[in-house]
């Protein structure tokens, strides 16, 4: 009985290091993928999302730049022409385009950087994805594989959406704009009288 017990005895410990040595080869083969996972993903820094906001902004502030230009140019005419653009009125009708193109540009600015949060989101995500199904093949070279392909899907540019019409409201300044919005039409957003919408994003 006891040369019985002694062979299981044995059988048992070989069993255990085999588990255990299995278990050490598994471990190794997760920190081999970490770690090539992790230089896949390393290329997404602080300055990658950065990247990804100036691009946005260098995208849109043109845009929004050449409308306020247009916008400008057409309320000042329109100013003019009535004979308002030295009066109360007529410097605060472009003093409110003015403060219309500042709310714009940080709306811009916070859009801007909504894309490069945006892409950190669905980027980490991804790695996250990629690492836990690594613990739980401990499959290296598949978890290399999707994370070359997350980086890929990473580093494609956002579809950004456009701009509208941002300040045509201001043109008729002086004239048919403050006059229907004195009246109480609330499409306008010249600012000039109260608003029962209250204030309004300026970028569509």
């Known amino acids: 009985m006891s040369f019985l017990f002694g062979d299981s005895g044995k059988a048992a410990q070989q069993a255990a ?5 299995e278990e050490a080869a ?8 970490l770690e090539r996972v992790n230089n896949v993903f390393g290329q997404f820094d602080d300055n990658y999302y950065k990247g ?5 902004l260098n995208y849109y502030q043109p845009e ?8 400008r140019k057409a309320a000042t005419y329109n100013l003019a022409r009535g004979g308002k653009l030295q009066s109360t009125a007529g410097a605060e009708a472009l003093r409110k385009l003015s403060e219309a193109k500042a709310r714009t540009d940080v709306d811009i600015a916070n859009r801007a950087q909504g894309y490069a949060t945006d892409t950190r989101k669905s980027i980490e995500g991804q790695r996250n994805d990629v690492i836990g199904n690594l613990y739980a093949s401990a499959d290296p070279e598949a978890a290399y594989s999707s994370a ?3 980086a890929e899907l990473g580093r494609q540019a956002p579809t950004y959406s456009p701009l509208g019409d941002l300040f045509s409201a201001f043109i008729a300044t002086g004239g048919n704009a403050l006059a ?6 609330q499409g306008l957003g010249t600012g000039l009288f109260s608003n029962r919408s209250g204030s309004a994003r300026v970028v569509a």
């Open 17 to 21: 290091e085999q588990a255990r040595a």
């Open 180 to 185: 229907a919005e004195r009246a109480g039409y």
């Open 26 to 33: 598994r471990q190794a083969r997760i920190s081999s993928g």
């Open 64 to 71: 929004v730049d050449r409308q306020y230009a247009e916008a």
């Open 52 to 56: 990804v906001s100036d691009a946005a």
């Open 148 to 150: 070359v392909t997350a």
